[in-house]
């Protein structure tokens, strides 16, 4: 390895590794904002494709692809191995690294594609005075009151590192609804709304199935 290629790969470890910790604070400033303020003052969350794809998961996803990228560009040029070190132990470890980087990425693709679906019409609007939580969405709108809601079922992946987990609501007039994690001022329901009868389910991958629509 060349003294530029190991530059640029330490380069990539050190934005793999400072780079999401300065994003997961300014992430965990900006979610505080957005779940206690409705409690006392009304607010109006609109998710936005910028916010939602201006986000530590893609900030890794380019970090992985490029990294999988250098990797199989070393790999695809003769090797400077040792006497010591078997040909066949430092290929499997490359070929490794390639694809964990590329199922990693791959992964947090998919579930933001699948998320993204779901989340794109939700508009959140917080009322303190009357406690009341209003859904805005394409088909759709919601006026809720807690004890409209007659439970919550809550799929997550339960990884805080890259937390992916939907909200499948239920009401007592027979209709569902679907708020995602990533919908701005999701938080703030579970603030909002103190008693809500929340079950949890963990997925590996807490895909929202088509079959689950808002009624």
């Known amino acids: 390895m060349t003294t530029g290629e190991t530059a640029i790969l330490v380069l990539i470890i050190l934005a793999g590794t400072i780079g999401p910790w300065a994003w997961i604070i300014y992430g965990l400033i900006r979610a505080s904002d957005e779940t206690f303020e409705p409690v006392y003052q009304p607010r109006t969350y609109r998710t936005s494709a910028w916010y939602f ?52 990425a791959c992964y947090i693709v998919l579930l933001c594609v699948n998320y993204w679906k779901h989340t794109k019409d939700r508009i959140l609007v917080f009322d303190p005075q009357a406690r009341t939580l209003t ?59 103190k008693n809500l009868p929340l079950h949890s389910h963990k997925r590996w991958i807490p895909t929202i199935p088509q079959a689950v629509q808002m009624n």
Not at 59 to 78: E, H, K, N, Q, W
Not at 149 to 168: A, C, G, K, M, P
Request: aromatic content about 18%; glycine content about 4%; hydrophobic content about 45%.
């Open 53 to 104: 794809f201006l986000s530590i998961d893609f900030l890794v996803v380019i970090l992985l692809v490029a990294l999988g990228t250098f990797l199989t560009l070393l790999l695809s040029r003769p090797l400077k191995i040792s006497d010591t070190t078997p040909p066949g132990v430092v290929y499997s470890i490359y070929l490794l690294l390639i694809f964990l980087c590329t199922g990693l």
């Open 135 to 193: 859904v805005h969405t394409d088909e759709d709108e919601y006026v809720i009151s807690e004890e409209d809601i007659e439970r919550v079922e809550i799929f997550s992946n339960e990884n805080w590192r890259f937390l992916y987990q939907y909200y499948h609501f239920k009401f007592r007039d027979g209709r569902e609804m679907i708020i995602t994690n990533k919908t701005k001022g999701a938080y703030a329901i579970f603030e909002f709304f």
